[in-house]
């Protein structure tokens, strides 16, 4: 598949193109993991609005040097020049793997505004955590951040007519879909051109992590564990790896920023307490639990305590996709044997949900507990008499949360 031959077009199309269109004010930065669409978006929405653009991507196996932003944007101001008042816009692909990137472009950005150059910039990402430094760290005041999470189950049925099932077990990556016929093929193409790749390029190359295997190993346990809580003391057991709680943290940080899995935080009022609880694992999409865990489609479906944990990922997958855009904050729940699956914090405003998906459970269901230590304005319930998991998967998350 091209990078712009998908005709759907995502619901962030429409503001990005406002925006692009409005005069030049900010750098557009679109962050997000790996191959969620963030190239298609950006050249569909610039194909739209017929605005004169230049592209260029840093994904090379050897990192670019600052020169190379210096060289595209050279040759932006010689074609703005030319289109006029129209002026043109320069998108800069992977920008992360161009080490110091966002000093050059800050400098590059100023001479532009100082000289009034009709030159639009659009930043891409595929490690959030190093561009979102990148930003802090030297233009600040200078950017609009767009974080574009993995596709929602209304989404890819829109796309591709995923069903239900189909969204549970193969999760949501767009440039997987058309392999599904081909189950072996698209697990290799899950494992082979988007884990290894993010873990190996987004991860390893640019950050620093002293245990390499661990973080791997990390990665692994947290797909087989979504959905379930875990102390780092258990992990360091079940990982067999000489390391401490701290390193563990660290790494799990860089996975989520990936886009793969988190920690989620047990819910208090207290952040510190916060910070220090067990994890919850939750992946950000479900394809990262299907494609290592050897089960083919039909026997996965049939193993009722897989498919439950698949349910409960994929509920979780959709409001922690929406969490790191920004909607809303998650947590979960845990005092002695009660539990809430998910706690959802949007403003001031909670919602305790509970996921009922079929599989056995340790704990007992904790909404009622909650419920009565910090009134939440809503409780829900997804599955069994509760909304329906097509429906609760249907809708974007602030329609379950906001008032």
């Known amino acids: 598949m091209s990078k712009n031959a998908l005709p759907y077009r995502r619901p962030q199309a429409t503001p ?7 005069s030049r004010r900010f750098i557009q930065v679109v962050a997000g993991p790996r191959q969620v669409g963030k190239t298609t978006l950006v050249l569909q929405v610039l194909e739209a609005t017929a605005q004169p653009t230049r592209y260029a991507s840093a994904d090379e196996p050897a990192l670019r040097g600052r020169e190379w932003i210096e060289a595209q944007w050279e040759a932006a101001r010689l074609e703005a020049r030319e289109a006029g008042r129209r002026g043109v816009v320069l998108v800069l692909d992977e920008i992360q793997k161009v080490l110091g990137w966002s000093e050059t472009v800050k400098r590059l950005w100023d001479e532009d505004t100082r000289a009034r150059r009709p030159v639009k910039v659009v930043l891409l990402g595929s490690a959030p955590l190093l561009v979102q430094r990148g930003l802090s760290e030297s233009l600040a005041g200078r950017f609009e951040l767009w974080y574009l999470p993995h596709w929602s189950f209304g989404e890819m ?18 440039g997987a879909a058309p392999l599904i016929a081909d189950p072996p093929r698209w697990a290799h193409y899950i494992k082979e051109a988007l884990i290894e790749p993010t873990i190996s390029r987004d991860v390893l190359l640019l950050t620093r992590v002293d245990k390499p295997a661990l973080l791997r190993r990390l990665f692994e346990l947290g797909c ?67 494609a290592q865990s050897g089960l083919p489609f039909g026997e996965a479906r049939a193993d009722r ?31 002695r044997n009660r539990e809430v699956d998910f706690v959802v914090s949007a403003g001031r405003r909670l919602t305790a949900m509970e996921v009922k ?7 007992q269901p904790g909404l009622e507990a909650f419920a009565a230590a910090f009134k939440p304005a809503r409780k829900l319930l997804v599955g069994g008499d509760g909304v329906s998991l097509e429906e609760f998967l249907s809708r974007p998350v602030e329609h379950w949360v906001r008032p």
Request: aromatic letters at 12%; charged letters at 20%.
């Open 157 to 174: 049925r829109a796309a591709f007519g995923f069903s239900l099932e189909q969204y549970l077990y193969y999760g949501s990556y767009p």
């Open 305 to 335: 305590e897989f498919w439950g944990r698949l349910v409960e990922s994929a509920v979780g997958a959709h409001l922690a996709n929406a969490a790191a855009a920004g909607a809303c904050e998650l947590s979960y729940w845990r005092e």
């Open 16 to 22: 990005l193109a406002r925006r692009l269109e409005e």
């Open 357 to 363: 998906s079929g599989r056995a459970r340790e704990t």
């Open 224 to 290: 087989r564990y979504s959905g379930q809580v875990l102390s780092y003391t258990k992990m360091l057991g079940q990982l067999h790896e000489a390391g401490n709680t701290t390193t563990l943290a660290h790494y799990l940080e860089l996975l989520g920023a990936a886009g793969m899995v988190i920690g989620l935080p047990k819910y208090t009022r207290q952040a510190v307490r916060q910070r220090g609880s067990s994890p919850k694992f939750q992946v950000l999409n479900t394809a990262l639990v299907s």
